[in-house]
């Protein structure tokens, strides 16, 4: 047996850059992002013509927005009927074509996780001329996302009344208002293939190379059912 085993972490943390007090530096909340892999391997010789090798893979990655108030809601401004999640960050997002930006989507608390493993194994057995290849794939993947970035409700205000973006702010004559519910959404999918392939070595001066590749697509689907498919039943 021939052992091999890799493991790699890496880690970002971005601070908040709100002030606490000029909503027009509220772009970024405090930000981690993590990632870790590991890679496990065997190389195993089986006789002496036939090699096995066997691939085992984990990956995971982390990428969460924490929640900051940035201590102002379009309540807090006059605006009626705009509602917000109870416990949720106290923000409004406003944008203002050739002005400024008020907590873009990056701003906005929420995360996405994801998971993915992997075995595969490959054998390879020499016969006479013939070097045949055989090995099979399987693949899994996981990823759970928070969609969050216009729950506080996204206000737009373009050139459409006055000719200029903060011509139609001051005026209070917004061109569009575009908000969403928190939604939680558990994404799965699975890929499996498999192969199979020889090399034939004809003469000294021919080698032909021929095979079989098996791989179907497999749609991914969320855990819950939280999004609309297609049934075929």
């Known amino acids: 047996h021939t052992l091999f085993g890799r493991y790699e972490y890496a880690n970002l943390e971005s601070p908040p850059q709100f002030d606490g007090v000029n909503v027009l530096t509220a772009n970024l909340p405090h930000k981690g992002d993590r990632a870790q892999s590991l890679v496990l391997g065997d190389t195993y010789l089986i006789g002496a013509a036939t090699v096995s090798s066997f691939r085992a893979t984990l990956l995971r990655t982390a990428d969460a927005r924490e929640k900051q108030d940035y201590n ?26 050739g002005g ?15 998971t993915a493993f992997q075995f595969a194994e490959d054998l390879s057995r ?26 506080p409700g996204v206000m737009t ?7 200029m973006g903060l011509g139609d702010f001051m005026t209070g004559r917004a061109a569009s208002f575009d908000q ?5 959404y558990y994404f799965r999918q699975n ?14 001066r021919l080698t032909l190379n021929g095979g079989i590749r098996w791989e179907p697509s497999q749609s ?7 999004v609309p498919h297609i049934s075929q039943a």
């Open 72 to 97: 102002i809601t379009y309540t807090d401004l006059g605006v009626k009927d705009v509602y917000l999640p109870p416990g949720f960050s106290k923000m409004i997002q406003v944008n203002v074509a």
């Open 100 to 114: 400024f930006l008020v907590t873009p989507n990056m701003a906005v608390p929420g995360f996405t996780n994801s």
């Open 126 to 151: 020499v016969w006479g001329a013939h070097q045949v290849g055989f090995g099979a794939n399987f693949l899994h993947t996981k990823m759970n996302l928070q969609a969050v970035t216009r729950v």
């Open 157 to 163: 205000f373009s050139a459409n009344n006055t000719g």
């Open 180 to 184: 969403s519910n928190v939604t939680v």
């Open 191 to 204: 890929f499996l293939a498999s192969y199979l392939q020889d090399t034939w070595k004809a003469s000294s």
């Open 220 to 226: 991914p689907w969320e855990k819950y059912g939280h």
